[in-house]
């Protein structure tokens, strides 16, 4: 297994490395997960602060959860990507978005949180088409 992981935001402003396992993979279907990615989840690996190294200017947007712990969102200034979440309940580690990551094919979701809040659409039923890459498609009108 590796023990390095890096990653970068869409359009390459920030970038980061990371040194060892994530202590944890977790999907989330929270209400804040869902507006924060424009889909139905996130998926997050979460490590120690120390392991964590990043380049580039990051905004951040905090708000408090229900459970009144302080929670912040960072993200891309210039494309918006989500990078990295805190939560002041586990204040030595932060969370990386799995999706900014180069390469995260050793990694498995472990848990899924916030089950009760998934919405159907972020299901695929049986007869949903898929191309393996963008089809000759337009609208008709
Ligand atoms: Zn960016
Ligand atoms: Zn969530």
């Given amino acids: 297994m590796k023990n390095k992981y890096s990653g970068k935001c869409l359009c390459g402003a920030v970038t980061y490395q990371v040194d060892g396992q994530p202590v944890v993979v977790a999907q989330c279907h929270c209400d804040e997960c869902r507006r924060l990615s424009g889909t139905g989840h996130t998926i997050g690996a979460m490590f120690p602060i120390a392991a964590v190294t990043m380049n580039g200017k990051l905004n951040e947007f905090r708000y408090q ?16 990507s989500p990078i990295f979440g805190t939560n002041s309940r586990t204040p030595d580690h932060l969370t990386l978005s799995l999706g900014s990551m180069d390469d995260a094919t050793e990694l498995d979701v472990q848990v899924v949180i916030f089950e009760r809040d998934k919405k159907h659409w972020d299901q695929l039923g049986p007869d949903v088409m898929s191309f393996a890459t963008q089809p000759d498609w337009k609208p008709d009108n």
């Fill in 65 to 80: 959860s229900d459970k009144e712990s302080a929670v912040t969102k960072s993200f891309c200034g210039k494309c918006g």
